[in-house]
């Protein structure tokens, strides 16, 4: 009997990675990061050069993703699943998507850059 979990496992695993990995992605031209936190989790820190949606505006920005490019999803941590949810949604819009496994707090253990970009205020023309 064949464990029906097997196939599920596989392509589970084939659309994590690590951030090493993502590194490597990143640095070879191959892969954007996709930060799909809140802004207010955004503006505290972040990784450099990352594409900022939340994960619940995702959907209205996809056109603001990039095709040609693994997209790299990341979250808060190993348990935050909006990396996931943003990974499915995208392989559902046509995109090669992965998730950063362990997000941004794993990120941040491996030792890599970080930056607090802080909150941008848009304000009116009008006066």
Same mark, same amino acid.
């Given at each position: 009997m064949t464990d029906p979990y097997i196939a599920f496992l596989e392509a589970k %695993? !084939? @659309?994590?990675?690590? *951030?090493?990995? !993502?590194q490597e992605e990143i640095k070879a031209g191959r892969a954007v990061l996709l930060d799909v936190r809140s !802004?207010?989790?955004?503006? #505290? @820190?972040?990784i450099p050069g990352a594409i900022h949606i939340p994960r619940k505006e995702l959907?209205? &920005? %996809? &056109?603001? %993703?990039p095709k040609n490019? @693994?997209?790299i999803a990341y979250c808060s941590d190993i348990g935050c699943q909006a990396s996931l949810k943003a990974t499915i949604e995208l392989r559902?819009?046509? +995109?090669?998507a992965k998730h950063m496994i362990g997000g941004i707090k +794993?990120?941040?253990? #491996?030792?890599?850059? @970080?930056?607090? *970009?802080?909150v941008r205020v848009l304000t009116s023309a009008r006066k």
């Open positions: %695993l !084939a @659309t994590e990675i690590g *951030p090493h990995e !993502a !802004a207010d989790s955004h503006a #505290k @820190t972040a959907a209205n &920005h %996809l &056109h603001d %993703l490019q @693994t997209v559902k819009h046509g +995109f090669e +794993f990120w941040q253990e #491996k030792g890599y850059e @970080t930056i607090t *970009p802080g």
